[in-house]
T-cell receptor, first 113, second 115 residues
Framework: DGGITQSPKYLFRKEGQNVTLSCEQN?????MYWYRQDPGQGLRLIYY???????QKGDIAEGYSVSREKKESFPLTVTSAQKNPTAFYLC????????????FGPGTRLTVL | DQQVKQNSPSLSVQEGRISILNCDYT??????FLWYKKYPAEGPTFLIS?????DKNEDGRFTVFLNKSAKHLSLHIVPSQPGDSAVYFC??????????????FGQGTRLTINP
């Protein structure tokens, strides 16, 4: 059963700590994306990756970092430099030839206390 | 700079009637438009899309209309059902460098279908 897995669903961290959000897909998709959703706002692109070992900054990359060592995995690290890290984080992927239609994971809600 | 706007934060429709969700955009470089549906605490799911070379695309109860001159698109749901109650996001796509696509999302409209 193919899909995108994000874990954990809820995450709590103390201010000043780095935290890594997991995203795994078994859809054999090349491209993967990270978005952030805040209340009353649309999804905003943080980082994206088209192929393994390559990734690009999105619109709001400051305070975040990513890696793409495997096709299936695209973890996002929220660093202490991110001023407002509390948000709902969504990972997505898209298949070759259909890059416009992105498939989303269930999301991780990060709360920084 | 909000390039994709959904000006109605919420919409309430009676079951069986038509739901019309609207979306406006400003960037003429957008070449593909999508609608996503999202339930609370879940990721968005793709609903329907339309290329900029078309003005209408239909899939069952869902129809998307595109008016390029007005930079406006709308999603029609007929007939509306209780399971349609969700937040609907409009998204527009354009190319980034090296062939990647970027989706720009509107703020979302919360649709409530009343029995």
């Amino acid at each position: 059963d193919g899909g995108i897995t994000q874990s954990p669903k809820y995450l709590f961290r103390k201010e000043g700590q780095n935290v890594t959000l997991s995203c795994e897909q078994n859809l054999n998709h090349d491209a993967m994306y990270w978005y952030r959703q805040d209340p009353g706002q649309g999804l905003r692109l943080i980082y994206y990756s088209q192929i393994v070992n390559d990734f690009q900054k999105g619109d709001i990359a400051e305070g975040y970092s990513v890696s793409r060592e495997k096709k299936e995995s695209f973890p996002l690290t929220v660093t202490s430099a991110q001023k407002n890290p509390t948000a709902f984080y969504l990972c997505a992927s898209s298949r070759p030839g259909f890059v416009r239609e992105q498939f989303f994971g269930p999301g991780t809600r990060l709360t920084v206390l | 700079d909000q390039q994709v706007k959904q000006n109605s934060p919420s919409l309430s429709v009676q079951e069986g009637r038509i739901s019309i969700l609207n979306c406006d955009y400003t960037n003429s470089m957008f070449d593909y438009f999508l609608w996503y549906k999202k339930y609370p605490a879940e990721g968005p799911t793709f609903l329907i899309s339309i290329s900029s070379i078309k003005d209408k695309n239909e899939d069952g109860r869902f129809t998307v209309f595109l008016n390029k001159s007005a930079k406006h698109l709308s999603l029609h749901i007929v007939p509306s059902q209780p399971g349609d109650s969700a937040v609907y996001f409009c998204a527009a796509s354009h190319y980034l460098i090296q062939g990647a696509q970027k989706l720009v999302f509107g703020q979302g409209t919360r649709l409530t279908i009343n029995p």
